[in-house]
């Protein structure tokens, strides 16, 4: 009995940190996507300045 509640926990531990890393990896992908937004938008800001010198 004290073998069976054990692994029950274990389970639960194993789907609550599971649970915890999906959050995290759809947090890093938004993290990202803002990121690359960002760089993109200064890329182009930097190219209409470059152009706008020209």
């Known amino acids: ?3 069976r509640k ?4 274990l389970q639960e531990e194993n789907r609550r940190l599971r649970n915890g890393i999906k959050v995290i990896q759809g947090n890093k992908e ?3 996507r803002e990121l690359f937004r ?3 938008e200064h890329k182009i800001s930097r190219k209409i ?4 010198e020209i």
Request: proline content about 0%; cysteine-free; charged content about 45%.
């Open 49 to 52: 300045k470059v152009d706008k």
């Open 38 to 40: 960002v760089r993109d």
């Open 30 to 32: 938004k993290v990202y």
């Open 1 to 3: 009995m004290n073998r």
């Open 6 to 9: 054990e692994l029950q926990l």
